[in-house]
């Protein structure tokens, strides 16, 4: 399925009125793992401001030890205080990237800005080497600008 045709389909599950905003962000990772092959794992993180971490939101795919992680650690955590996109390639040449799983070859995080503020974020991992294109964070920017109006 192309970036293209998802957008409807992310922004029909925002407008589900029977569902909790989780359950939302929840169905929101399943169509994106099903419908883009080099998504193996779909997740958000939320910050925690006061205490500068974030935490692991609803995912798809493999289960993970990382629940919590403090700002600038890893991907994620640097997300959280550029407050930018961040491609990674190929994680084994990143110096501070937190390894998930030995199958993880690159990633993707893209913040989820509500009012300006960096709330959180959508991470995925791939088994693939480089397979992220810009096309991959324009459409993932469009999937937090539609999650950031269920706040």
Known sequence: MTFQELHPKVTEITLNTTQSRDEKL?????????????YNWVGFYFANHQEKTLHLGPYVGAETDHTVIPFGKGICGQVAVSNENFVVPDVAAQDNYIACSFTVKSEIVVPLFVNGENIGQIDIDSHVLDPFTKEDELFLEFVCATIAKLY
Do not use: G
Request: charged share 10%; with cysteine.
């Open 26 to 38: 929840l169905s929101i990772c399943q169509l994106l793992s099903d419908s883009i092959s080099y």
